[in-house]
């Protein structure tokens, strides 16, 4: 029998052990009882991180979409599959069943293989989250071809750069989406974006704001007519365990994206299995992921994980601060939302608010609260923790990135006492390793080192896509036979692992290597603050020294610039020790994030060194009109 779902403490150590000591025996169950086969594999896994190759379930075939749905329908066919929230509060819910979601996948399936689109093809999905965004994905993985979405945030360019490099042949995009009070149109961008790339012969709309847009002759369709017309039967394209089911590029916080390469099985495995453990989904949970399907959270666990589980999955099209602040809670009460989870930076975004936005909601529902997209600081998960989840719920803080394609390590709910900033500890068949800086691994407990991997997983990124050397080059070269993660980490005491950030952000002032995330905490901790990021710039004597961007609460608004900056640095010299002081405190309305939520640190380290000639594209910040403001302020 295979341990699908773990119960308590000492199941997950007896399971942790055997992924460990097993790891072929271990999938290899989980992968046999829990999902559908049309061939079962030859071998469970071959690896050689020195080439990097990795396969598993070799020579398996499947569908991806015959998990996630078909399997379904005899069960659970009139179960809701997903509930999709317009970014309106007063428009009415979607909730489709698994028996609808089969046909609309099926259609769309017929429609993008009566455009030409077959087994390998790249398919462009640039799309707001609105349902035809989870059955375009699911529609090319039920055909074999390769989906690569992009964040209907990006820029033409950056949509431009990624068609191109994932040499797509279609685009699904729509004629504009809602962002709270803002409608924006996103086909203008797309007609920008394909104005350099010519391959891209057909391109579907679907209509959603009803903007005036400009449909090209022989190019340009509407959706809805063509998935009207479409048969709603289709057979689901057998692939084999390693074919490729998508390609997302990671928000690039340095240089060119790179095209993460995800194929089928193992993808699958993961994520059903990381998704059934870190949120304890039970038949009739209501689970709601606020990211976007355009990041690799949307991909693993808005669609994927949960349908591969038959879950009820939440979409939402909208932003937490439309109509008002109180959207989320609003939202947890109406669908009774069991499990939560959502990312740091809006959980400091709501915390600023008025706690009524809170208090006027029941929140009884909740179970499992979760944390996504870079480490909680203490502050936010105390909120979190006390506010939202009442001391009752749960909080998972979960680490992982694009490239591991499922949840590394985090606390699994009611398995895993937590602790407030850690993640905890690795899931079944995850092997981390601390490393020094001369490629040593460290041993023990209470040390800190950068964060490696030194095993497969099933849901590990395969490549860069078009480019195998620099897939071996980031993650492969630092350290012999391991995977780098790019992130430092620390171990406690009992083994619990906490992510410092990443290696790149440690800074060297007067020989002492500060990392900045700790000198972040303490300043956030100071009542005034919401949010902070520190970067180095060169310094005469010191070689570096620190420059701090604060974003102040409301009540922290009011207060004397200096006397707040004394203050600050005084928690600092508390906390971290005075070497950790900034020389420099400017206080900021907004910090330049990545669509995904993470701070640019390239764009800061630029001002901080007053070197603001070549900033790369902004555009596709989430909110490039702050670099502005920063730069014009700046100390």
Known sequence: MSNYHIKNLEEYFQVYRKSVREPEN????????????????????????????VKWFENAKLNITENCIDRHLLTRGEKTAIIWEPNDSSEEAQHITYN??????????????????????????????????????????????????????FSSKALATRTLDADCKMMITSDGSYRGAKTLNLKNIVDEALEDCPDVSSVLVVKRTGEEINMKDGRDEWLAPLMDKASEQCAPEIVDAEDPLFI????????????????????????AFTFKNIFNYTEGDVYW?????????????????????????????GVPSYPDYGRFWEIVEK?????????????????????????????????????????????????????????????????????????????????????????TLPMPGIQPSLMDDDGKEIKGNQVSGRLSVKFPWPSIARTVWGDHERYKDTYFSTFEGKYFTGDGAMRDEVGYYRITGRTDDVIIVSGHNLGTAPIEDAINEHPAVAESAVVGFPHDVKGNALYAFVILKESGESRKRDNLRKEINQQIADKVGPIAKPDKIQFVEGLPKTRSGKIMRRILRKIASDDTSDLGDTSTLLNPEVVEAIIAEAL
């Open 335 to 423: 669908h009774k939302i069991t499990q939560f989870y959502t990312a740091p930076t809006a959980i400091r975004a709501l915390a600023k608010r008025n706690i009524e936005f809170v208090e006027n909601h029941d929140l009884s529902s909740l179970k499992v609260l979760g944390s996504v997209g870079e480490p909680i600081n203490e502050e936010a998960w105390h909120w979190f923790n006390d506010n939202i989840g009442k001391n009752q719920s749960p909080i998972v803080d979960t680490w992982w990135q694009t490239e591991t394609g499922g949840i590394m390590i985090s606390p699994m709910p009611y398995v895993t006492p937590t602790k407030p900033t850690y993640a």
């Open 248 to 271: 997302l590029y990671t928000s690039g916080s340095t240089g060119k994206p790179k095209g993460m390469l995800h194929t089928t099985a193992g993808y699958m495995v993961y994520t």
């Open 289 to 317: 992921c606020t990211a976007d399907i355009g990041w690799i959270t949307g991909h693993s666990y808005i669609v994927y994980g949960p349908l591969a589980n038959g879950a009820t999955t939440v979409m939402f099209e």
């Open 26 to 53: 271990f999938w290899a169950e989980i992968a046999e009882e829990h999902f559908t086969w049309r061939k079962k594999w030859d071998n469970v896994l071959s690896w050689d991180f020195t080439k990097p190759e």
């Open 100 to 153: 609808e979601l089969h046909k609309k996948v099926n259609k769309l399936a017929n429609v993008l293989k009566s455009k030409g689109i077959q087994k390998g093809d790249r398919v462009c999905i640039y799309l707001p989250m609105v349902p035809e965004l989870a059955y375009s994905v699911l529609a090319c993985a039920r055909i074999g071809a390769i989906h690569s979405v992009v964040f209907a945030g």
